[in-house]
């Protein structure tokens, strides 16, 4: 009989998934819900197979396999988790995890395929044991992302395409599994050519010179945007992130590429803006300080923050929305990339209900801080709300993007969660809109609630 352990602060997944492994794995099953009572567990016990959530506090999932494998611990780990993004499958393979299984609204599933992975792992086929069973846990966690994903071997050979993917390129994993040599891009670019997943080892200028911009670079990944023909003819804003995978003994195995259609969400005209500041075409707004003039440029800023913090105090705390504007456009004018002035002037506009205005202007300040929580959000329920009154499920799919891309960089916003429901529900989903109110729910019935946002009360 098999030995295993789960890891898991929810009281009702333990014991749903203990009571599951018994009586249909034929195993005996310790439970515990923390990390940190598992590790000291396991300083007397061992087991054949660990079974650990990737959100938890104190020690994470992540943290707790880190520990783990650090100390020369080979037990097999499987991620169960409610988090079904890349950056998470990333991290549990790179470091060391056998297996990635998400958790569905349907349990049974899932609890089936866990006990098929238990036995694969403790029968030896690990990652690490040999490319090919490597690479099958990485194409099997593909197929969890919701988002759209695939994966490259070492030879740049598609050997993942998940529906998500599919949908978004038109092309079925079908007719794509075992394509290479740059063929996965031309339902993106329209021709062959490298993608970023390609240039994911280059250094910035290469991945410049191939029409990518460098958003950020975290851990091996990087993001970037780029240009493409849309299906229409017209262009179209393609988001990229690209991550190389290792086994548990550092061994690269592949790459892991997400790409998302993002014209909708920032708004095509601004990207072009943004493309033209690149080049240095006439009309593109340059914010580089000419050589000895620091003193009057620092005095400039002053102004800035001061009209910034007038408009911010008008609108905050007097509700004196049209004044707001007024002193946002004066910081603007001084310093026109001031991110939060952009931001907060949108949000005046949005209580003016100028709502097309508004998502302008936040995705003005998206553009400028791409990966804020706050601006995110702001730009996702704008978004949302213009959906929602023209009843247009594709402004209401750049909403649930936007909430995406927010989702990854902190998925404990139980709001985003919540507002994506309403999104999907609007457009029909109701599946899909449960699941994420029942996340929604989760977190906040924990208290894992997270929201990274300013605190005006103490900037006014």
Known sequence: MLSVLIVDDEEEVRNVTRLFLERFGDMEVTSSSSAKESLAELSKKSFDAIIVDYDMPDINGIEFLKILRSKGDTTPVIIFTGVGREYAAIEALNNGANFFLKKGEEIQPQLREMVHMIRRAVEGKLVGKGLGNAQKVLIDTVQFFRDPAFALDRDGRVIAWNAGIAELSGVP?????????????????????????????????????NNFTIIERNAGSVTAWTKAPGPDGEERILWMKAAPLTDGRGIFIGILGSVRDITHTLGPDLLRKQAAAGTGDEGAQKTETPQGQGKMFDRLLGRAKAFYLEGLRLYYR????????????????????????????????????????????????????????????????????????????KILSAAVETYNRLLEKNPQNASAWNNMGICVQEM?????????????????????????????????
């Open 173 to 209: 994993a079908s007719s794509m599994v075992g394509k290479k040599e740059y063929e996965y891009a031309v339902p993106f670019l329209g021709r062959k050519a490298p993608m970023l997943p390609d240039m994911v080892f280059e250094e910035d200028p290469v991945i410049q010179k």
């Open 318 to 393: 007097e509700n004196r929305f049209e004044e707001a504007i007024a002193a946002f456009d004066q910081a603007l004018e001084v310093d026109p990339s001031h991110a939060y002035a952009w931001h907060d002037r949108g949000i005046c506009l949005r209580a003016l209900e100028k709502n097309e205005e508004a998502v302008e202007s936040i995705a003005r300040a998206l553009e400028l801080a791409p990966l804020d929580e706050e601006i995110l959000f702001s730009c996702a329920e704008t978004l949302q709300k213009i959906g929602i009154l023209r009843d247009d499920n």
């Open 428 to 460: 029909g989903r109701d599946d899909l809109s449960r699941q994420y109110f029942e996340r929604a729910r989760e977190i906040k019935r924990f208290n894992k609630d997270r929201f990274r946002r300013r605190n005006l009360d103490t900037m006014v």
